[in-house]
């Protein structure tokens, strides 16, 4: 049954256009055009946050800071073995898939860390990708209180996230 829903919507999508006499497959160029101009628009975002992600990442930037944050995340109840999945998070998706990964592989899925990381993966945003990409394709110009705000809620997030799981 799965495999006949997007078959039978982009019938259905046929079929009601010709009903109403729409140009179907001119309303799909324009659709299409638009979408590329967005996509050229939010590209040099896109190429700048990645370029930023592989900087931090590669130079250790990200872990001497880790490094410096684990005293005081460790007393608000998050294991060190989950810090990389929290910090990494907020830049990339894909960076922090591979750090829950080798949390696995070092701790155990169900182990603390594991379960904490987890959580903390599945509960956040890619931060400083969603934004600017947001962003861009919005055309917003100011975004004063949204990346701090957001950084807040990463931060009370993870904290949550690890809480939870302590008293689950």
């Not at 079929?15 to 996509?39: N, P, T």
């Not at 929290?86 to 949390?103: N, Q, V, W």
């Not at 155990?108 to 594991?114: K, L, N, T």
């Amino acid at each position: 049954m799965t495999d006949l829903v997007l078959p039978l919507v982009i019938l259905g999508v046929l079929i009601f256009g010709m009903i109403r006499r729409v140009s179907v497959y001119d309303v799909f160029l324009e659709g299409a055009k638009k979408g590329l101009q967005s996509a050229v628009n939010v590209l040099p975002c896109l190429v700048g946050m990645l370029a930023f992600i592989a900087l931090l990442v590669k130079s250790g930037a990200l872990a001497a800071f880790a490094g410096w944050c684990a005293p005081v995340l460790r007393r608000l109840g998050i294991p060190e073995g989950a810090l990389p999945v929290l910090m990494i998070r907020p830049f990339s998706g894909s960076a922090a898939l591979a750090m829950l990964d080798e949390t696995f592989r070092l701790y155990g899925p169900d182990s603390v860390e594991g379960r904490t990381a987890s959580v903390i993966m599945g509960s956040s945003e890619t931060i400083f990708y969603t934004l600017p990409l947001y962003f861009a394709a919005a055309k917003v110009k100011r975004s004063r209180y949204a990346i701090p705000a957001a950084l807040i809620a990463w931060l009370a997030g993870g904290i949550a996230s690890a809480w939870a799981l302590r008293i689950l």
